[in-house]
């Protein structure tokens, strides 16, 4: 068993046990997660114990790179100083995945998916981990609990959810807050996790908070003073809604997806936005192509991914969403969804 100490530095320790639900999983954890829903323990749902400003004393944080194992994972992309934005190892003969962000945020997750260690340097805050967490960390988890986790955005509409697919600045988070300023409720921004109830696939809430650029609060009206997801880091100025507040709708329960939009280059076409078909191999490459974690899944892992995807899109119809460089036409984009997710219905 592992022997976990707490970091203490300058912060504030928290004993107190959380739970939270999101994603399908029960979360556990000793801090409070904010945009999280609280809920009581639910022997139902598979678990994840949630462990923050703490670390296992057999892995030592300042251990130098060069003393760790080889890398299992670095991130193409690359912070302001050009270091990669994320770094992974495994260790212990792979009974664990360490990931390290370049600020020097890090995260132990075991294999199983079940419990996470995480750990963030004195001049950052826990609101910049959480971020982490509800994004990339959480979705490696669902992955590793054998969960398909889509990067995307899902609305619920006339008691079922639309979701909508793309890559990251494809305008998946925008649409979900033009939904939600009509009065739509929302399951999820940039992560969507899938599982079965019954014969039916369901599409699961995740956390309340939809995140969102400057350029994206301006052309839908939102004060620009949104808090920042980062609040250490005044470089990064994208924020978040949060959808508790009064006039929006946080939907807390599962719904059955109806329908799923790959969200397709924006276009200065005076045609769009507009809704084209999506061949059903054309679709099933696209969810592929945006599931989360693709990096973790071994040969075994993608063979069951492949199926599960294979088997949703016989149940529910896909289409490519093609919306306008000009954002000031959200409206006509969430008519022109509306009415085809109703006539097709």
Not at 188 to 199: F, I, M, R
Request: glycine residues 8%; hydrophobic residues 40%.
């Amino acid at each position: 068993m592992l022997q976990v100490e707490n970091i203490q530095g300058n912060r504030q320790i928290e004993g107190s046990n959380y739970n939270y639900t999101a994603c399908g999983l029960t979360i556990n954890s000793n801090f409070a997660l904010p945009g999280f829903r609280r809920t009581e323990a639910n022997s139902f749902l598979p678990a994840l114990q949630l462990s923050l400003n703490c670390w296992p004393k057999e892995f030592n944080l300042c251990l130098p790179d060069t003393a760790l194992e080889p890398e299992w994972y670095r991130s193409p992309y690359t912070d302001l100083n050009g270091e990669p934005f994320l770094r992974g190892w495994q260790l212990d003969q792979g009974r664990f995945f360490w990931l390290r962000y370049s600020d020097g945020t890090s995260f132990l997750i075991e294999r199983s998916g079940s419990k996470i260690w995480a750990n963030w340097p004195e001049e950052l805050t826990l609101e910049n981990t959480l971020a982490y967490f509800s994004g990339l960390i959480l979705g490696f988890v669902l992955r590793l609990q054998g969960k398909v986790a889509l990067h995307a955005s899902a609305v619920g509409i006339d008691g079922r959810c639309v979701l909508f697919v793309g890559n990251s600045g494809g305008g998946k988070s925008t649409l979900a807050a033009a939904f939600a300023k009509e009065g739509y409720e929302v399951l999820s921004d940039d992560l969507v996790a899938l599982g079965q109830e019954g014969d039916k696939f369901v599409a699961y809430p995740s956390f309340s908070r939809i995140r969102l650029w400057p350029d994206s609060t301006k052309a839908l009206s939102l004060p620009p003073t949104l808090p920042r997801i980062f609040p250490s880091d005044d470089s990064y100025d994208k924020r978040y809604l949060d959808i508790t507040k009064e006039g929006y709708s946080f939907q807390e329960k599962p719904l059955q997806p109806a329908a799923i939009f790959v969200l397709g280059e924006r276009s200065q076409d005076s045609s769009a936005p507009y809704i084209e078909k999506l061949p059903v191999s054309e679709g099933l490459i696209s969810l592929i192509t945006h599931t989360f974690g693709n990096w973790l899944l071994d040969k075994e892992m993608r063979g069951q991914e492949f199926k599960v995807l294979g088997r949703l899109l016989q149940e529910i119809r896909v289409a490519r969403l093609v919306s306008h460089v000009d954002l000031n036409k959200l409206s006509t984009l969430c008519k022109i969804v509306l009415e085809n997710y109703r006539e097709s219905r």
